[in-house]
């Protein structure tokens, strides 16, 4: 492998503060130095990068990938390509495939295909319960030595109480996390969030108290059992507030949302779009602009792509019939970056909630610029134009919610391990 150069580019690192231009070598897949004006080896190749930044590889802690089980809509190979489009290094692979990661032996064979196809690392969960039903605890002792981040039942609500008592309590002995969709499932049997936009469209609704109650209450039994919860595409003010304050308190407690909950609200399922039917359904405006405030004040920890691929056939159904999901891996850097734009995040806060972040709450080696460290980067133009289009995205999984969106902010290259593996 020839050492690499990339030069003249805005380096921000948010794990040390780093935020200056300069150049960055990359020796034998590693970041061998960076810093002003380096000195040009011989026979490396350069990058020139004048006007771009270049940020650590994006750590994206929930994704589906379809494989094994669901390869008509995605495959590890596929998703692989659609992350690098977007400078995703890492990704935290949801155990909702067929069967569950509920076996130690599926945790390593994921695990070893990303490594398999030298441009990511994937980061398995581990199932809360077996097979993903809801029903009795899996093995996390030997789920988490054989290299499960967390355990999650993925888009399924870990429901009853008694249950997530014992999942809080099982994890805690084993120092890892229960990583919960923050739904009351009593109440979740809708296709939109309850309002007058359901009923104008005659749609069965959600409540927006569904996802507080569900995070009230896994609070209250963190506080019981001392363990830890991990909320994932928090979309509510109300759920925020009380993450807020368990927080305030000292709980073990965190969260993440997705761009769809704070780029879109419910106005995107008019004409029955189904690219935008999601779990959790999009909120009311007021909802997203509490997650934008989440965003900036800290209270959410990280920004996730909440990657659910689904098959056209899938989507080309009733509204009300059509499965709840969006492809999230190839939108999730220039998505994100729309809020910098706009004036609402700070340029080092997004890359740190896409970044170094994730990669704290899931101690994944990951999300940081530093020598010695293996080289997974990102280089992007901030300001560079581009439209989502489904049907002309990367990867295989085409249903994103933002088509026809004109954005700004365009991956020029993605180097895993040294390796350049899109650009």
């Known amino acids: 492998m020839r050492d690499t150069l990339i ?3 805005r380096i921000i690192d948010p794990a040390s503060g780093h935020d200056r231009l300069g150049d960055l070598l990359i020796r034998d897949g590693v970041v061998a130095d960076f810093g002003a004006s380096l000195d040009r080896p011989d026979g490396a190749d350069i990058v020139t990068a004048e006007h771009c930044i270049l940020c650590p590889g994006l750590v994206d802690t929930r994704a589906s990938l379809g494989e094994p089980g669901f390869e008509y809509r995605e495959t590890i190979a596929s998703a692989a390509v659609a992350a690098n489009a977007s400078g995703i290094t890492t990704i935290a692979v949801l155990p909702d495939n067929a069967p569950a990661t509920d ?34 605890i899996a093995e996390y002792g030997l789920l988490r030595q054989a290299g499960a981040i967390a355990f999650t039942d993925g888009a399924r609500t870990i429901g009853p109480a008694a249950l997530m008592r014992r999942a809080l309590s099982y994890a805690r002995g084993f120092g890892a996390m229960i990583v919960q969709h923050p739904e009351e499932p009593s109440l979740a049997d809708g296709a939109a969030t309850e309002g007058a936009r359901a009923t104008l469209m005659g749609l069965p ?19 019981l059992t ?3 919860v ?63 405030s989440a965003l900036a004040d800290g209270t959410i920890d990280a920004i996730a792509s909440d990657h ?27 998505i994100t970056l729309a809020q910098v734009h706009s004036g609402a995040l ?3 806060t997004a890359i740190a909630l896409l970044t170094v972040r994730p990669a704290a709450l899931f101690g994944l080696d990951a999300g940081r610029i ?3 460290k293996p080289a997974d980067l990102c280089l992007f133009a901030p300001d560079r134009s581009w439209r989502i289009e489904a049907g002309n995205l990367p990867g295989k999984a085409q249903n994103t919610p933002f088509d026809g969106r004109a954005i700004e902010g365009v991956v020029l290259g993605t180097w895993k391990a040294g390796r350049r593996v899109f650009g």
Do not use: W
């Not at 569904?210 to 995070?215: I, T």
């Not at 000292?250 to 779990?279: H, M, Q, W």
């Open 205 to 223: 609704g959600i409540p927006v108290c569904a996802e507080a109650m569900l995070v009230a209450r896994d609070i209250a039994l963190v506080e």
């Open 346 to 348: 700070g340029l080092g």
């Open 308 to 334: 659910q691929p689904r098959d056209a056939d899938d989507k080309r159904l009733p509204f009300a019939e059509a499965a709840p999901g969006g492809a999230g891996l190839a939108t999730l850097l220039a």
């Open 230 to 292: 991990h909320f994932a595409h928090v979309s509510t003010g109300a759920a925020l507030d009380l993450i807020r304050h368990a927080k305030q308190r000292g709980l073990a407690v965190t969260c993440d949302t997705a761009p769809p909950y704070f780029d879109l609200n419910e106005t995107a399922i008019g004409d029955f779009r189904t690219y935008a039917k999601l779990s959790p359904p999009l909120r009311i405006e007021a909802d997203r602009l509490a997650v934008v």
């Open 226 to 228: 001392g363990g830890a």
């Open 7 to 9: 030069a003249g580019a």
């Open 103 to 136: 076996d130690p032996a599926l945790v390593r064979a994921i695990a070893a295909a990303g490594e398999a196809t030298g441009r990511i690392t994937l980061a398995p969960y581990g199932a809360a319960t077996r097979a993903c039903r809801g029903e009795a």
């Open 370 to 372: 530093a020598k010695g």
